[in-house]
């Protein structure tokens, strides 16, 4: 069973920067995709970005493209979602996810969750 504990979240203002973090226990990590999501009060949880087992493809939700950037360093179990100019409406709490597959695709069975991480963006 993979644990994943995300850090990073906060509060920023609207414009500003953050870099989430995911931590993951287990030893084949590099053997999945894995993703971020996201969600708000009163929303239905929603993808925003995943990358493939070994980070050389990604995918991005139309609202984010541009801004978020997600990567990984199988060396360190670790994989980011580095958030640029940051909008109220990113307000939510993140998950890092787990894919059972390798492509971390928005479609792909997740099957593993951290506890989220709050971020809120002030205007």
């Known amino acids: 069973q993979v644990q994943l504990v995300e850090s990073g979240g906060g509060l920023v203002q609207a414009a500003g920067s953050l870099r989430l973090s995911c931590a993951a226990s287990?030893?084949?990590?590099?053997?999945?995709?894995m993703g971020w999501f996201r969600q708000a009060p009163g929303k239905e949880r929603e993808f925003v970005a995943g990358?493939?087992?070994?980070?050389?493809?990604?995918y991005y939700a139309d609202s984010v493209k541009g801004r978020f950037t997600i990567s990984r360093d199988n060396a360190k179990n670790t994989v980011y979602l580095q958030m640029n100019s940051l909008k109220p409406e990113d307000t939510a709490v993140y998950y890092c996810?787990?894919?059972?597959?390798?492509?971390?695709?928005?479609?792909?069975?997740?099957?593993?969750w951290g506890q989220g991480t709050q971020v809120t963006v002030s205007s």
């Open positions: 996810a787990k894919s059972r597959d390798r492509l971390g695709a928005g479609t792909s069975p997740y099957d593993g």
């Open positions: 287990g030893r084949t990590f590099s053997s999945y995709g």
């Open positions: 990358l493939s087992w070994g980070g050389g493809v990604t």
